[in-house]
T-cell receptor
């Protein structure tokens, strides 16, 4: 299996622009998670899905952030409009079942200037 | 999410030394996991613990799920340079459904 695939690996954008991060989970996994990693706050859970349905989005910082999972093999995290404080590494992870070890993607490093 | 307190924040050791790091929580956890993150990559699962008191090994790594269900430790024996990275504890509380992560322990190993 190719693992969790995230794209792009790096994204540099100007403040105010829309940013879309993409994730392809491992086939057969029924949970998908979006995390954000910064030096100050560590790894923070933003949102997670079960069978393509959003279960908990309480970690989404504000309305500028939105996430979708139109099917079992694809999810997006969108930031509109982006701000410099959104600069971070965004990880997608998937798992089979709840409470088991997640498999993480390699992350998208977002820089908003 | 639940707060996990991980210590130490960083360690600088010589090759061959043993390493110990731990994680505590104010809440009871049902699952404890230990991950390692290399630069530019996502965290990779090292060990998973699902039962209080459980002691599990993976090569030179050993981890335990504390009896109180509020703590866990990870030991690395005979460290080698490729052990360098950031180690994270993670857990799921009995009131939650997703992993909460500690702030990580940065490990540096000198040859």
């Amino acid at each position: 299996d190719a693992g969790v695939i995230q794209s792009p690996r790096h994204e540099v954008t100007e403040m105010g622009q829309e940013v879309t991060l993409r994730c392809k989970p491992i086939s057969g996994h029924d949970y998908l998670f979006w995390y954000r990693q910064t030096m100050m706050r560590g790894l923070e859970l933003l949102i997670y899905f079960n069978n393509n349905v959003p279960i908990d989005d309480s970690g989404m910082p504000e309305d500028r952030f939105s996430a979708k999972m139109p099917n079992a093999s694809f999810s997006t995290l969108k930031i509109q409009p982006s701000e410099p404080r959104d600069s971070a590494v965004y990880f997608c992870a998937s798992s089979f079942g709840q409470g088991y070890g997640y498999t993480f993607g390699s992350g998208t490093r977002l820089t908003v200037v | 999410g639940q707060q996990l307190n991980q210590s130490p924040q960083s360690m600088f050791i010589q090759e061959g030394e043993d390493v110990s790091m731990n994680c505590t929580s104010s809440s009871i956890f049902n699952t404890w996991l230990w991950y390692k993150q290399d630069p530019g990559e996502g965290p990779v699962l090292l060990i998973a613990l699902y039962k209080a008191g459980e002691l599990t090994s993976n090569g030179r790594l050993t981890a335990q799920f504390g009896i109180t269900r509020k703590d866990s430790f990870l030991n690395i024996s005979a460290s080698i340079p490729s052990d360098v990275g950031i180690y994270f504890c993670a857990g799921i509380s009995n009131s939650g459904y997703a992993l909460n992560f500690g702030k990580g322990t940065s490990l540096l190993v000198t040859p």
